[in-house]
Nanobody, 114 residues
């Protein structure tokens, strides 16, 4: 199983990025997909998830700014991040979950400069 994130980088305050996570080795359409982030010195936190039935939920801190979506034909989940703030700076991780099976990606760095 492999989850590969991409799309991170350096962006200015108020800018946008779209993260992608492409999965291999799982039946992608069965899995709930999620984005987590971990800032330096802080615990990893849930940012957003999307179920296999396309139900979504986002953390309060990103509601109205971030959107999660998936394309089952491409085995890919996306995180569209708008109006970025310095506090969004973190390593962003993709996770897939099916019952008790969890898989993580290696992470992609997002840095928001002020």
């Amino acid at each position: 199983v492999q989850l590969v994130e991409s799309g991170g980088g350096l962006v200015q305050l108020g800018g946008s990025l779209r993260l992608s996570c492409t999965a291999a080795g799982i039946i992608f359409s069965d899995y709930t997909m999620a984005w987590y982030r971990q800032a330096a010195g802080r615990q990893r936190e849930l940012v957003a998830y999307i179920t296999n039935e396309n139900r979504t939920n986002l953390a309060v801190s990103v509601k109205g700014r971030f959107t999660i979506s998936r394309d089952n034909a491409k085995n890919t989940v996306y995180l569209q991040m708008n109006t970025l703030k310095p506090e969004d700076t973190a390593v962003y991780y993709c996770k897939s979950t099916w019952f008790t099976l969890d898989y993580w990606g290696q992470g992609t760095q997002v840095t928001v400069s002020s």
